[in-house]
């Protein structure tokens, strides 16, 4: 049998890293772990909680209630991946919306909120087998994963699909504003202080601006096949 590794997708914001880290799991049959929907789970708590909105971030506050944030994944065979619970609840449509994706970056700036979710990251990918994607899982969550792909495309062609996506789910947002948030997301992840998002030394570097995909799955499964069978 083939040897377990693990694979580190990082990058930029709707690069379509989640899309393809889907794809690569469910084809070598791993875990798929999606941390940014961990931030997300943790933002929609605070917003829940009242602790973040247009007013302000009441970062004191939300530290007090770290302990009683919980977050799981549960896969849902309809689907074909797992979906994020926080508290018990299934919170996978409410943490995709724009407003959720405005805070999200003040969520992740915290060094508190960072430790605790790096280390249910960690116990996640213990036992390898395991595709994550985020913008720290090369550099600090997995620092020895066997593949690391740091994905990007152009801020317009992101935008152009993040505002396809919402605006197949219904979602009201015009495209300046969805462009507007992907670079300011883009600023924030890497200017923060703790873990901002760099390229790994090791880290392939995959610029998906022009390809479909099927093409973008094809070329990383690829290389995915190579790096197993060169570890077994
Ligand atoms: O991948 P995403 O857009 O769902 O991530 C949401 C936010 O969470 C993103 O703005 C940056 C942050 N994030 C992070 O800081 N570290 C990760 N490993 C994953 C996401």
Redesign the pocket.
Known sequence: MSERITIAI?GF??TG??TVAKQLAKALEYIYV???????AVTLFAMQKGLISNDGFDKENLLTYLNDITISFEYNPVKGFAEVYLNGINVEADIRTLEV?NF??L??EVSEV?KK?VEQ?QQFGKNKGVVM?????GTV?FPDAELKIFMTASAETRAQRRYEELKAKGEIASFSSVLENIQE?DF??TN?DD?P?VQADDAILFDNSSLSIKQQFEALLHLASEVISRTS
Request: overall charge positive; aromatic content about 4%; cysteine-free.
């Open positions: 990082d914001s709707s890293k989640s999606d941390s940014g929907a961990m931030y997300r994706s999200v970056s969520i992740a960072r979710l990251q994607d985020g913008r720290d899982i969550v997301r924030i992840d923060r873990s998002l």
